[in-house]
């Protein structure tokens, strides 16, 4: 062997060592390194999508996607491969040490709106998608345009997880402590005593918070929160209580743009 190929197994064989090394540290698989157009140092790639009403759209309201573009954007990420986990395993992935799977996807929904069972579930079932769907648990049964808690609790055996935006839907920014502690306390004690499950996650209503805020979510052992920041990006050292979202608009174009990274916002 000459000294250049002796080189070259040497380099390569350091590279091997290092990605290795770099891969037990931080165990991220979702970007496939300096050549994959998404990839940025340190952070991981795995978009956690934000939708709202899934209904035909009314006016010119941002907040709907209509049931058909629903059906196609799910096909799409059957079709193409992507892994839909749920937000435990996100959490997992990015802040512990379990491994997050190529492509992963995040699916969430704010409200508790009537039409994501009726529209959303499904279509996710259909594919065998699971999501996190934020309740504002004083809406609950409240009138035709929300869900009860038996839509719920057939959720849950669906393997939905069911968690919290408040119990009143208030901008939590602009509200003292106490408010800030009944908002967050009572809205998971109730759906953990009526649905049987334990409440972790919170989506802050309007994407409103503070320091009191994320105070009172630390205290009461909330795991995350997420915003309406637009990111597909995260890393182990941006706070658990600050994860951005990609808000989804009824169509096709924008969606596949978001979710592989060709557009960011
Ligand atoms: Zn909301």
Redesign the pocket.
């Given at each position: 062997m000459n000294y250049l190929g002796f080189y070259k197994i040497v380099s390569s064989s350091l590279v091997g060592i290092m990605t290795y090394v770099a891969s037990l540290s931080h165990p991220m698989a979702s970007v496939g390194g300096p050549n994959d157009p998404i990839y940025k140092p340190g952070m991981i790639y795995a978009p956690v999508l934000m939708y709202?009403h899934v209904a035909p759209k009314t006016g010119n309201s941002p907040y709907y996607v209509s049931p058909d573009i629903f059906e196609q954007q799910m096909a799409w990420l059957h079709d193409n491969k992507y892994n839909v986990i749920s937000l435990d395993k996100f959490y997992n992935g990015v802040y512990g040490n379990e491994l997050l799977p190529e492509r992963p996807v995040v699916l969430t929904f704010?409200?508790g709106d009537k039409d994501q069972y009726v529209n959303a579930v499904p279509s996710m079932i259909k594919y065998g998608f699971t999501g996190t769907f934020?309740i504002?648990t004083n809406d609950v049964g409240a009138g035709d345009g929300f869900m009860t808690w038996d839509m719920l609790k057939e959720m849950v055996k669906d393997g939905m997880d069911i968690e919290s935006?408040t119990v009143h839907?208030p901008s939590l920014g602009s509200i003292g402590e106490d408010e800030n502690r009944y908002e967050l306390s009572k809205s998971k004690k109730v759906l953990e005593e009526t649905l049987g499950i334990r409440v972790k996650h919170l989506?802050y209503?309007?994407g409103s918070y503070s320091k009191t805020t994320i105070k009172v979510l630390e205290e009461l052992g909330y795991q995350t929160a997420t915003t309406v920041n637009h990111s597909q990006y995260h890393s182990p050292d941006m706070s658990v209580y600050k994860i951005p979202r990609m808000h989804i608009d009824s169509d096709m174009e924008s969606f596949v743009g978001f979710v592989t990274g060709r557009r960011k916002d």
């Open positions: 709202h704010d409200d934020y504002i935006h839907h989506a209503p309007g």
